[in-house]
Structures are given as structure tokens and as C-alpha cells.
């Protein structure tokens, strides 16, 4: 091992145990500078290096479809290019062309603007959107774990909107159980859209692992998976396997009454608790957002799980691309943006992903 792989570990556990002192940045201030107009590649204000970088995955003639960049392609495709931007390039590039995203990706920008004019009203529809909050909500509000932003939209549209009671750093197994169970007290509503970020979607998985064959599930109508942890992250393999920072990880959790257990339900690999095929239930409809940053607007929180991640390919920071594709599924990648999707959407966007689940349902 070299000694770059263990200062990136160090400072992964830096920023594990001083994760609410990281600064969350808007990382397009760093765009300052650069020569940024126009619209292409559905990129507002696209950079003249942004657009290099996609032009040049355009005519890239190796790996033409999404399905075809594994966790290994784009592993070669950084390696032999020297650049690893240039693999984010290819993924996102991919993403958009590939003909269904595509379809879903112009049905987005239609309802954004037409939201610019009038906002749907859904309240007939009885539906709830209930949150599978991400690690360390009730402690780190700065990141909104529990989707207080979103809720507030969809609110706006009519529709109902909760956080669902799982621990905060609670094993997915037990978190999914807790999600069931959710699901299952929901009598009165009609539907229920399950919105979820990082490893509350994790969680949602192991849910549909254990329940999602049951008849109380068909009532979960569409999954709003933003920036989910489906596979696991080798972020957390890499503080396992170190005994240094193995040891400080548990202290600190210890010392903050956390489930250490919870974090390492995370790790991704061979047999780890993630590592089941994502079976998504027939009846349900699923929007899949991904953040695609390039290597300079990784925020200032993300920058040290993105660098140790960036051994194994590009990645949004706790997630490598390769395990952010959910086959079947439609995929709005988001360029510019990493796990913590710092660079904001209109919240007509917001609204166009929900009103696709709503206008889906049952088709």
C-alpha cells in the first residue's frame, strides 16, 4: 500500500468523526473564472471544459451503452485515458442518449416548465410521501437527511408528507424492518411514494427484501431514489480494513452512543448486506437520481471519500457510477453535483420527478 492510500484513509475517518464541522458548499462557486453560457448535454451555463469533456464522450466509439459501463469498464476507461473526468464523461453521456432515460429525461424539463405556470394539485389522490432518512439525521440538519426540502414540495402538490421512524444509525436489516412496518400502519392512505438519499435507500432495499412480496407493499406506488447507497460503499471497506482507524471509527460511535454495526451494514463487496440484486417490485415506479460530479466541483465534505474512491473509478463520493445504475430503472444523471447534491435544482425539477411517479402509477 502506498502512502497516498493511507493519508486518503486518514482523512476518511477525519471527516467521519468531524462530519458536521466539513463545510457544504455550493461547488460552482469554483466556476468562477471560466468561460460558462449556453445550454447542451441539458447542461444550463455549460463550461467550455465541461462541454470538451462531453464532446469528447460523445465520440468516444468504445461502450456505446449504459448497460455496458461496469464497475470495470470505466475503471479501464479512467486508467487508459489518465483522467478520470473523462470516465464520469462517458457515464453521464451515456446516461442521457440511452434511448429510455432519454424519453424520462425530456419528460422532466416538459414538466419543469410547465410547473413554471401552474403547480399540480394531487390532494384527491390520498397519496403520502414518506422519507427513509439518511445516516445521522436527527444530529446533522445541515445535510437534510430526512428531505425537509423536498417534503415541502411535495406538499405544495398536495400531497402528504413524513419522515419515517428508523434509527439514525440503525443496521439496514433493522431499518427495513422499520420501514415494513411503516408501510403496513398506512391504512388510510391510498398510496405511498417512498422517498429516499444515501443510505436510507439502503435501507428501502432491505424493505422491499423482507415485505415487498407482501400485499400491504402494493401500496407503495413509486421509490424517489436520490443519490441512494443501493450496493453498498467501499468507503466503508476502507475504514474496516485499517485496524488504526477501525478502532477510532468504533470510540467515536461508542462515545456518541451510535450503532457501530449501522455504519458497517454499509460496506459494499461479496456477502455484505447490500450485495442482494435490487428487485424492484412490478407495480412500483422508480425515478433514480445521481449525482456526476467532475474531480473540481466535488464539495469541500465529499472531497476525501471522492480522492480514496477514485482508485477504483469515477464516483459521487461514497458511491462508485458503476453501482448508481439500477437496470429497468429510469436515470436522470446530475452533472456538476456529488453525494450531497450541494448545486440546487429548480424546484419545478423536484415537482416533475414526483408528478411522473404520480402520472405513472399502475401503467
Known amino acids: 500500500m502506498n502512502l497516498k492510500f493511507w493519508f486518503y484513509l486518514f482523512l476518511l475517518f477525519l471527516i467521519l468523526s468531524c462530519t458536521a464541522d466539513r463545510k457544504l458548499d455550493n461547488p460552482t462557486d469554483k466556476l468562477q473564472g471560466f468561460r460558462c453560457e449556453g445550454n447542451d448535454y441539458y447542461v444550463d451555463y455549460i463550461c467550455d471544459d465541461e462541454k470538451e469533456y462531453l464532446d469528447w464522450?460523445?465520440?468516444?466509439?468504445?461502450?456505446?451503452?449504459?448497460?455496458?459501463?461496469?464497475?470495470?469498464?470505466?475503471?479501464?476507461?479512467?486508467?487508459?485515458?489518465?483522467?478520470?473526468?473523462?470516465?464520469?464523461?462517458?457515464?453521464?453521456?451515456?446516461?442521457?442518449?440511452?434511448?429510455?432515460?432519454?424519453?424520462?429525461?425530456?419528460?422532466?424539463?416538459?414538466?419543469?416548465?410547465?410547473?413554471?405556470?401552474?403547480?399540480?394539485?394531487?390532494?384527491?389522490?390520498?397519496?403520502?410521501?414518506?422519507?427513509?432518512?439518511?445516516?445521522?439525521?436527527?444530529?446533522?440538519?445541515?445535510?437534510?437527511?430526512?428531505?425537509?426540502?423536498?417534503?415541502?414540495?411535495?406538499?405544495?402538490?398536495?400531497?402528504?408528507?413524513?419522515?419515517?421512524?428508523?434509527?439514525?444509525?440503525?443496521?439496514?436489516?433493522?431499518?427495513?424492518?422499520?420501514?415494513?412496518?411503516?408501510?403496513?400502519?398506512?391504512?388510510?392512505?391510498k398510496g405511498i411514494i417512498i422517498g429516499s438519499a444515501s443510505k436510507g435507500s439502503?435501507?428501502?432495499?432491505?424493505?422491499?427484501?423482507?415485505?415487498?412480496?407482501?400485499?400491504?407493499?402494493?401500496?407503495?406506488?413509486?421509490?424517489?431514489?436520490?443519490?441512494?447507497?443501493?450496493?453498498?460503499?467501499?468507503?466503508?471497506?476502507?475504514?474496516?480494513?485499517?485496524?488504526?482507524?477501525?478502532?477510532?471509527?468504533?470510540?467515536?460511535?461508542?462515545?456518541?452512543?451510535?450503532?457501530?454495526?449501522?455504519?458497517?451494514?454499509?460496506r459494499g463487496g461479496e456477502n455484505a448486506p447490500l450485495s442482494n440484486e435490487l428487485i424492484i417490485p412490478k407495480h412500483m415506479t422508480v425515478v433514480n437520481i445521481v449525482g456526476v460530479p467532475t474531480a473540481r466541483l466535488v464539495t469541500e465534505r465529499g472531497k476525501p471519500f471522492y480522492n480514496y474512491l477514485a482508485q477504483f473509478g469515477p464516483n459521487e463520493g461514497l458511491n462508485l457510477l458503476s453501482d448508481s445504475h439500477i437496470e429497468g430503472v429510469p436515470l436522470f444523471p446530475s452533472w456538476r453535483n456529488d453525494h450531497y447534491f450541494r448545486v440546487p435544482m429548480p424546484e419545478e425539477r423536484i415537482k416533475a420527478f414526483i408528478a411522473y411517479i404520480v402520472e405513472k402509477q399502475g401503467k
Open 57 to 189: 464522450a460523445a465520440s468516444y466509439p468504445k461502450y456505446r451503452k449504459l448497460q455496458d459501463l461496469t464497475r470495470d469498464v470505466l475503471f479501464n476507461v479512467m486508467k487508459e485515458t489518465g483522467d478520470i473526468d473523462k470516465a464520469a464523461a462517458v457515464f453521464y453521456h451515456r446516461a442521457i442518449t440511452e434511448p429510455t432515460n432519454r424519453k424520462f429525461i425530456e419528460y422532466i424539463f416538459t414538466k419543469q416548465n410547465e410547473f413554471l405556470r401552474k403547480i399540480p394539485d394531487y390532494s384527491s389522490k390520498k397519496l403520502i410521501f414518506a422519507i427513509a432518512p439518511g445516516m445521522f439525521y436527527k444530529d446533522n440538519k445541515e445535510v437534510d437527511a430526512d428531505g425537509k426540502l423536498i417534503r415541502a414540495i411535495v406538499k405544495q402538490m398536495g400531497l402528504s408528507e413524513a419522515v419515517i421512524p428508523t434509527d439514525q444509525t440503525g443496521t439496514v436489516d433493522a431499518n427495513g424492518k422499520i420501514i415494513c412496518e411503516f408501510i403496513k400502519s398506512q391504512t388510510e392512505m
Open 202 to 266: 439502503g435501507d428501502f432495499k432491505k424493505a422491499m427484501e423482507f415485505c415487498g412480496k407482501e400485499p400491504y407493499f402494493a401500496k407503495v406506488v413509486g421509490w424517489f431514489n436520490f443519490g441512494g447507497i443501493n450496493k453498498g460503499s467501499l468507503v466503508v471497506n476502507g475504514m474496516m480494513d485499517h485496524w488504526l482507524y477501525r478502532t477510532e471509527g468504533k470510540f467515536y460511535f461508542w462515545m456518541m452512543g451510535y450503532n457501530w454495526e449501522g455504519l458497517t451494514s454499509m
